[in-house]
DNA sequence: GTATTATGAATGAACG
DNA sequence: CGTTCATTCATAATAC
């Protein structure tokens, strides 16, 4: 693959106050470009039912993949973490433009555009192909579904949840003179 | 100052008071998007040894930050907790993926591959006296802000966020058997 | 060559 | 506190 050099990320974080400080770097971050095989047993194994792996299962599936072709432990671990966030992503799109459709009485919601990767299956969990995991593999119980929805937006705390009273001081006298602390 | 370079971002980041305006059911909330000031004060606290700053050192460091741009106390929380997990996590595992590749040959590829390990800032000394601002006098004066300033450029992060403490033996014969690939 | 899409990576927020 | 979720940013890949 050839480096078109020229990555430099930049990240204009245009804000009122904003002034970016340097960001001439031009550090050339490149990423993670998994192979066609890796893809593929990444993604079987996500159709298996794999949607959260353990660190050890992690390492053991990157050291396979590292057969195909460089590859890290991290980006496994977000593969994971991204094809599983856009599954729901998509599926929850999908839920939401057919809601209006849907009726009490039947529950299948199958006539949706994309049911084609969404539906995935409810895999079971015997997998006898994958046996690479003998642990928990599979006990994300992703049908679980978590009903987490936030009122779809962003939950405001008003009163956010640290409550730091107690005489934690974890830290050192911390003398902290911030000409404000 | 010169101006944002990018014209991108186009998040649409109001900073004003989440009052995003968006017609429909735009009642998204965005999240804190820290400044570069922010964040590297924040940097600095934290490597000062600030960890589980107080309800009051937050109130006062989210007061002080907001000159900066809006910023709440809970963010501030939040952003400690995160920093420090994260550091934690990135320490606990670091080069394992090598682990395997480099076989027992007792050949130790320590420059091979981009699978660089952890940056190494161990610095973490602890500084009583420190400068919110550091016009000028910040104590420590090797590990700037070489890499551990990810948030104006292409961050070459390679420690990724969880944690891999297990000994993991060598590596077992691994039963990755996908044969249905 | 430019616009769009797909997706790796990062991180704020929050859960258990 | 460690882990997980949701959203965003950046960029390789691809369409136009």
């Not at 987490?148 to 902290?176: G, N, W």
Request: charged residues 30%; hydrophobic residues 30%.
């Amino acid at each position: 693959m050839e480096e078109a050099l020229s990555g430099f990320c930049i990240k204009g974080s245009v804000r009122g106050n904003g002034n970016n400080g340097s960001t001439g770097t031009g550090t050339k971050c490149e990423r993670w470009n998994p192979t066609t095989e890796q893809v593929k047993v990444l993604t079987d194994l996500f159709r298996s039912g794999l949607r959260t792996p353990s660190t050890d299962q992690i390492q053991k599936i990157s050291t396979q993949l590292s057969f195909y072709g460089k590859i890290e432990s991290k980006n496994v671990f977000y593969w994971f973490q991204n094809h599983k966030a856009r599954e729901r992503q998509k599926r929850r799109k999908v839920s939401i433009d057919e809601n209006d459709l849907i009726s009490r009485d039947n529950n299948k919601i199958t006539s949706s555009k994309e049911y084609f990767e969404v539906k995935e299956y409810q895999l079971e969990r015997v997998i006898e192909t994958l046996q690479l995991f003998p642990l928990n593999s599979f006990d994300e119980t992703d049908q679980q579904e978590k009903f987490i929805f936030h009122a779809s937006e962003c939950r405001e705390i008003s009163t956010f949840p640290y409550r730091i009273s107690a005489p934690e001081m974890d830290h050192p006298p911390l003398d902290l003179r911030l000409s404000f602390l």
